[in-house]
């Protein structure tokens, strides 16, 4: 299973862009890259998942580079409401696989 | 309304004695799977399932048992064995095969305290 590294914490500003990397340089062929949210006392929720390249929803886009090992996050004009641990994962494409969440990038915006 | 359930929100029992958390689902995914986390901590996989009658360990098995009867539920038991019991537990699911993104879907989480 890949491994994922990402900063423990991070702080930002409203209405700034905010960008968090994770590292998985063991990253296998099948492994697609998943990000979380996670508020307190509630379980995760998924923002976006990618393969290669560039992924954009009405939340959040993912960078991929050509090497896939590396990924990044990109949050468009955050607010306070965007506090949260950010989790990102590298898992097979397939229901019959372990899914392992790292410790995430804990987030604080600040007004 | 499809979703996750977990109930209870929160339980409390004393040391020593077994506990059940339960964990539905109306999706009709395969894969399930139970996780515990501590405070200010990420999230460590116990069990998860692929598919009904069947389950794998995870990362921190000890102390924990489920079982897989049914495709819609998971329940855990946390047995007197598990050193330290207290904890968030979420359970997950997961659809099969090619279904546009393949991600988790979480439960609410039960919060267990064990005195």
């Known amino acids: 299973l890949a491994k994922t590294t990402q900063p423990i914490s991070m702080d930002s500003y409203e209405g700034q862009e905010v960008n968090i990397t994770c590292s998985h340089n063991?990253?296998?062929?099948?492994?697609?890259i998943t990000w979380y949210q996670q508020f307190p006392s509630q379980g995760p929720r998924f923002i976006i998942q990618g393969y290669k390249t560039k992924v954009t929803n009405e939340v959040a886009s993912l960078f991929i580079p050509a090497d896939r090992k590396s990924s990044t996050l990109s949050l468009p004009r955050v607010s306070l409401s965007d506090t949260a641990v950010y989790y990102c994962?590298?898992?097979?494409?397939?229901?019959?696989?372990?899914?392992?969440f790292g410790s995430g990038t804990r987030l604080s915006i600040r007004p | 309304d499809g979703g996750i359930t977990q109930s209870p929100k929160y339980l409390f029992r004393k040391e020593g004695q077994n506990v059940t958390l339960s964990c539905e689902q109306n999706l009709n995914h395969d894969a399930m799977y139970w996780y515990r986390q501590d405070p200010g901590q990420g999230l460590r996989l116990i069990y998860y399932?692929?598919?009904?009658?069947?389950?794998q360990k995870g990362d921190i098995a000890e102390g924990y048992s489920v079982s897989r009867e049914k495709k819609e539920s998971f329940p855990l038991t946390v047995t007197s064995a598990q050193k330290n019991p207290t904890a968030f537990y979420l359970c997950a699911s997961r659809p099969r095969g090619r279904t546009g993104t393949y991600e988790q879907y979480f439960g609410p989480g039960t919060r267990l305290t064990v005195t």
């Open positions: 399932s692929q598919i009904v009658n069947d389950f």
């Open positions: 063991n990253i296998a062929t099948n492994d697609y």
């Open positions: 994962l590298v898992a097979p494409y397939s229901s019959a696989s372990k899914i392992i």
